[in-house]
């Protein structure tokens, strides 16, 4: 079976000595921590093919999505949920919390008016943000805007999920109510989802609730850790 997310033989940065390799198979959680300066910013990027490493690949369900035309490479996007680094998670700032859950939905779903309205009611009820849902990203506490990120990464309920530094800033409580989220539920397999997580830490409760956790020590060099 293809897994869902490969990397080969990719070089983290111009010099590296080690070049990264990693497969995340279907179903499972990984995180890889590391700092910048090894590298770990770059790898959702090269998952989506919003940049293509120097040499070897990454794939998505068996593609490189880097290769693809344009409108293919756009289109294959929409079946993995990316939550970007950063406070904002990639809201757009002229829309309200409920509009930026929308979005996915409008432009890449074919769903009436009135499904996406009652999609979005779902999701704002399950991500705990229907009395934020009117506001605008600038005026929601950081909480409320990673809840929202992540809540328009599910949009499309996607089978694969990269998320980048989901957890900086947020208690423990609320780090293990996103990751659930994220899963999807539970299925005799294991999680709905597959998760694929990077950043330079995460809380503790949810290292003790993932499959496989990884430090990149350096950049290409991947060091196991315990869960």
């Known amino acids: 079976m293809t897994a869902p997310l490969c990397f080969e033989n990719i070089p983290l940065a111009r010099h590296a000595t080690h070049p990264f390799s990693l497969t995340v198979e279907e179903r499972h959680t990984v995180v890889v921590l590391g700092d910048e300066d090894a590298g770990i910013g770059a790898l959702g990027g090269y998952a989506l093919g919003l940049e293509r490493p120097l040499t070897g690949r990454a794939l998505v369900f068996g593609t490189e999505v880097a290769g693809l035309p344009e409108p293919a490479r756009l289109a294959f996007r929409r079946r993995v949920g990316y939550l970007p680094a950063g406070d904002g998670g990639g809201l757009l700032q002229n829309l309200s919390l409920r509009d930026n859950i929308a979005l996915p939905l409008?432009?890449?779903?074919?769903?009436?008016?009135?499904?996406?309205?009652?999609?979005?009611?779902?999701?704002?009820?399950?991500?705990?943000?229907?009395?934020?849902?009117?506001?605008?990203?600038?005026?929601?506490?950081?909480?409320?805007?990673?809840?929202?990120?992540?809540?328009?990464?599910?949009?499309?309920?996607?089978?694969?999920?990269?998320?980048?530094?989901?957890?900086?800033?947020?208690?423990?409580?609320?780090?293990?109510?996103?990751?659930?989220?994220?899963?999807?539920?539970?299925?005799?397999?294991?999680?709905?989802?597959?998760?694929?997580?990077?950043?330079?830490?995460?809380?503790?409760?949810?290292?003790?609730?993932?499959?496989?956790?990884?430090?990149?020590?350096?950049?290409?060099?991947?060091?196991?850790?315990?869960?």
Not at 181 to 197: D, K, L, M, V
């Open 106 to 227: 409008r432009f890449g779903s074919g769903a009436s008016s009135h499904d996406i309205e009652g999609r979005v009611n779902v999701m704002l009820a399950a991500s705990r943000l229907r009395e934020a849902a009117g506001v605008r990203p600038a005026q929601a506490n950081e909480e409320e805007r990673r809840r929202a990120a992540l809540a328009r990464a599910v949009a499309l309920d996607p089978s694969l999920l990269i998320l980048e530094q989901p957890f900086d800033g947020l208690t423990s409580r609320v780090a293990s109510e996103l990751l659930e989220y994220a899963r999807g539920g539970e299925s005799a397999e294991g999680a709905r989802r597959t998760i694929f997580i990077t950043g330079q830490e995460v809380p503790p409760v949810i290292l003790r609730r993932v499959d496989r956790v990884y430090r990149l020590t350096r950049p290409g060099v991947l060091e196991p850790q315990p869960v």
